[in-house]
């Protein structure tokens, strides 16, 4: 069964630009997770979507947001970037809703704002 | 979200056992504890996960003590490529989860 996968890998983007990342889950998975890496803040969580819903939201701001579609693929989207929006963004899948249960992370994307 | 906390690192020698003690004090009734793995440039992988007792599978053994304010993961026989970041998860199942600073794992031969 493949893994989770997230597009692109890689990424360079301006300040005041918006960038969109993909993230398709393991096959008959139905939740998908956001997370945000950095050195200094560690890995936070962003959002969950199951059954193309938001179910969850972590303490991230508006700029921040994300979708998910009829096959459970998600993408999010980061409007205005920021330098501080440089980061390891990882997307997770689990087969039910809530963090809570076995993840399965991508490889992530490494989005880098200059 | 209950609070835990684990040693920012430890080191240890190849073929040895490392035993990483996570404390969470507010845990609650329903919460579970979660262990990842973390490569470097790599996502989090689940290790082991239980409620109470000792819990094991192919990869490490989770001692959870009778009142549950801490847990110990065991990895047995480390080797080179055991070098991690290892977390420490406390939750509900359905609910949200928070990653803290993890613990640096170094093996060295």
């Known amino acids: 069964k493949a893994g989770v996968t997230q597009t692109p890998r890689y990424l360079i983007k301006t300040r005041g630009q918006q960038v969109t990342l993909s993230c398709s889950p393991i096959?008959?998975?139905?939740?998908v997770s956001w997370y945000q890496q950095t050195p200094g803040q560690g890995l936070q969580f962003l959002f969950e979507?199951?059954?193309?819903?938001?179910?969850n939201k972590g303490n991230f701001p508006g700029r921040f947001s994300g979708r998910q579609f009829s096959n459970s693929r998600s993408e999010m989207n980061v409007s205005t970037l920021e330098l501080g929006d440089s980061a390891l963004y990882l997307c997770?899948?689990?087969?039910?809703?809530?963090?809570?249960?076995?993840?399965?992370f991508g490889p992530g994307t490494r989005l880098t704002v200059t | 979200l209950a609070k835990t906390t684990q040693p920012i690192s430890m080191d240890s020698y190849e073929g040895q056992e490392v035993n990483i003690t996570c404390s969470h004090n507010?845990?609650?009734?329903?919460?579970?504890i979660t262990w990842y793995q973390q490569f470097p440039s790599q996502g989090p992988r689940f290790i082991i996960q239980?409620?109470?007792t000792k819990v094991t599978n192919e990869v490490a053994s989770l001692f959870i003590p009778a009142d549950r304010k801490s847990s110990t993961l065991s990895l047995p026989r480390v080797s080179l490529s055991d070098t991690a970041v290892y977390y420490c998860?406390?939750?509900?199942?359905?609910?949200?989860?928070?990653f803290g600073a993890g613990t640096t794992v170094t093996v060295r031969a």
């Open positions: 998860l406390v939750g509900v199942r359905g609910g949200k989860l928070s």
């Open positions: 096959s008959g998975h139905r939740s």
């Open positions: 979507y199951f059954s193309e819903t938001q179910r």
């Open positions: 239980g409620y109470k």
């Open positions: 507010n845990i609650a009734t329903n919460d579970y």
């Open positions: 997770a899948s689990s087969l039910l809703v809530g963090q809570g249960h076995e993840q399965y």
